[in-house]
């Protein structure tokens, strides 16, 4: 059973910075791209940025480009996302995701073409 339990929400004022850990288990962690996304109050779950099972190829959505940063630890089964220079528009509540496949050679910007989602975390942002 594949499990992705996201910690590290919270609430922070705008300019301050959170780090978010997503621990995967129940799959080889390593032979899957990881995504994180976010979803606000009204709106549809939006791509944040992603990494391939080696590490070595990450992307962002413009509007944290960078502000944010995500890697992984394979040897950990972890996935972060660091956030730096938060503003009110990042709140939402933030989700890790594995790939449907493993191994892929482009990362996905689609929430259709990942497979495994954790339960989220909420990040809030006071102006």
């Known amino acids: 059973q594949v499990q992705l339990v996201e910690s590290g929400g919270g609430l922070v004022q705008a300019g301050g910075s959170l780090r978010l850990s997503c621990a995967a288990s129940?799959?080889?962690?390593?032979?899957?791209?990881m995504g994180w996304f976010r979803q606000a109050p009204g709106k549809e779950r939006e791509f944040v940025a992603g990494?391939?099972?080696?590490?070595?190829?990450?992307y962002y959505a413009d509007s944290v480009k960078g502000r944010f940063t995500i890697s992984r630890e394979n040897a950990k089964n972890t996935v972060y996302l660091q956030m730096n220079g938060l503003k009110p528009e990042d709140t939402a509540v933030y989700y890790c995701?594995?790939?449907?496949?493993?191994?892929?050679?482009?990362?996905?910007?689609?929430?259709?073409?990942?497979?495994?989602w954790g339960q989220g975390t909420q990040v809030t942002v006071s102006s």
């Open positions: 129940g799959l080889t962690f390593s032979r899957f791209a």
């Open positions: 995701a594995a790939d449907k496949s493993e191994f892929v050679r482009r990362l996905s910007l689609r929430v259709d073409e990942y497979r495994y």
């Open positions: 990494i391939l099972w080696t590490g070595g190829s990450t």
